[in-house]
């Protein structure tokens, strides 16, 4: 069996090199290369190294590594387009936000949040259309939302 480190870095090479569109594709290249791997392992390796999905117009989504893949500027404009694209509202309780977006676009929106690195955001949990983020101890809503709409100057709140 091969290990995981060599596993991850051959993940990494193979969204470096091609558009990969989905999990089952990413699974057929890794057996190619000898790592027979569950499904459930990809999704955990994936989420890891904060592989995100980004659209391609009418052919679907394709992942993409952190900061890669693009210039910078590109990155970000992507994720911000992103998020604006999925977002539908955003309420707090206590430290918590939570995020509606259009159904299928959580996992995109919180993406987007984790990889504006946001100081006063600990992490993000997406399911199909909802977003819980945990905010550190003492960041005010107010301050969140500032902070927010910094990174997305179109961004109005909830």
């Known amino acids: 069996m091969k290990g995981r480190e060599e596993r991850l870095k051959l993940i ?3 969204i470096r090199s091609s558009r990969v569109r989905s999990q089952e594709e990413l699974l057929e290249r890794l057996a190619a290369y000898g ?3 569950t499904q459930a392992t990809l999704s955990r ?3 890891l190294l904060k592989v ?3 659209a391609e117009g009418e052919n679907g989504y394709y992942y993409i590594l952190p900061g890669e ?3 910078e500027g590109e990155v970000g404009n992507n994720f911000v387009q992103d998020f604006i694209r999925g977002f539908r509202s955003l309420e707090f309780s206590g430290n918590l936000a939570v995020i509606r977006t259009l159904p299928g676009h959580a996992n995109s929106v919180a993406f987007a949040l984790d990889t504006f690195q946001i100081p006063s955001l600990l992490g993000t949990v997406a399911g199909d259309d909802t977003i819980i983020a945990v905010l550190k101890e003492g960041t005010s809503r107010e301050a969140f939302l500032e902070t927010l709409s910094r990174y997305i100057p179109s961004f109005r709140g909830a």
């Open 12 to 14: 990494r090479q193979i």
């Open 45 to 47: 390796d994936l989420k």
């Open 35 to 37: 790592h027979r791997i």
């Open 69 to 71: 893949n693009e210039t």
């Open 52 to 54: 995100g999905k980004v």
